[in-house]
């Protein structure tokens, strides 16, 4: 692998663009990254749009499988991300930086067509303990940036807000209602979440109702116990 050529990757806008360097045969395990060393001899790649994080995560999964933070596992089996494993608290992504990293992972290797790294990225996302307001900025990163059909990453986002926002979106109404006003489908998307809870919780009584009112009916349709006949016999 190490005597592959070395590709050069320009990765953000001209004004802060910055290079760095990988291996042709990594890069290579993405669809995207084969499919131009098929297609042109350049060992240049221009990536204006991405993030430098993000591509540095990605380079680090092609090279050993992980990208920091590691899924670690503490002494009693828990698994945690690695950088919470020396922390005595309960540590708080209180901006919604750290669900960002592993956004911008998630949707980089869509992109790439890596999903081994995008379903890692994933398990990391739901690892992390945020706040209201950070839990907004990844869900807006979410919604501009993925498609209305990703369930896989929308879905737990609804999901979330579904059970908590008569309770979180008092800790960032604001935020809360340019939230669902600029993204009339994440609105939906909890709407949808909401109504369906509400429409199992009623399956769910009616049956319990039918089911009672069927012991009910069979109780009264059994026969009383008789009284003993008494004989007429002297």
């Known amino acids: 692998h190490l005597k592959s050529p070395v590709v050069t990757l320009l990765v953000g806008p001209p004004e802060r663009e910055t290079a760095i360097t990988a291996h042709q045969m990594f890069l290579s395990r993405s669809p995207y ?5 098929l297609t042109s001899p350049t060992l240049t790649v221009q990536l204006p749009n991405e993030d430098l994080d993000a591509v540095g995560c990605f380079l680090q999964f092609l090279y050993t499988g992980e990208y920091f933070p590691r899924i ?11 950088k919470e494993i020396d922390d005595s608290s309960n540590e708080i992504d209180e901006d919604g930086n750290c669900l ?6 998630y949707t980089l290797s869509e992109k790439l067509g890596v999903l081994e790294l995008k379903h890692l990225a994933h398990a990391k996302i739901h690892r992390i303990n945020s706040t209201a307001k950070g839990e907004l900025a990844y869900a807006r990163y979410v919604y501009t940036n993925t498609s209305r059909e990703d369930t896989t990453i929308r879905n737990p986002i609804a999901s979330f807000w579904a059970h908590r926002s008569h309770i979180l979106r008092h800790e960032a109404e604001e935020e809360f209602r340019r939230m669902v006003l600029e993204f009339p ?7 949808s979440m909401v109504l369906d809870q509400k429409e199992k919780s009623n399956k769910d009584k009616g ?4 089911e009672d009112g069927e012991s009910k009916a069979l109780d009264r349709s059994k026969p009383g116990r008789k009284r003993p006949r008494l004989s007429t016999l002297s």
């Open 207 to 210: 049956k319990d109702d039918r």
């Open 33 to 37: 990254f084969q499919n131009i060393f």
């Open 100 to 105: 960002l990293k592993h956004a911008r992972v």
């Open 72 to 82: 670690v596992k503490n002494p009693n089996g828990e698994e945690h991300l690695e």
């Open 185 to 191: 489908q994440f609105a939906y998307d909890i709407l």
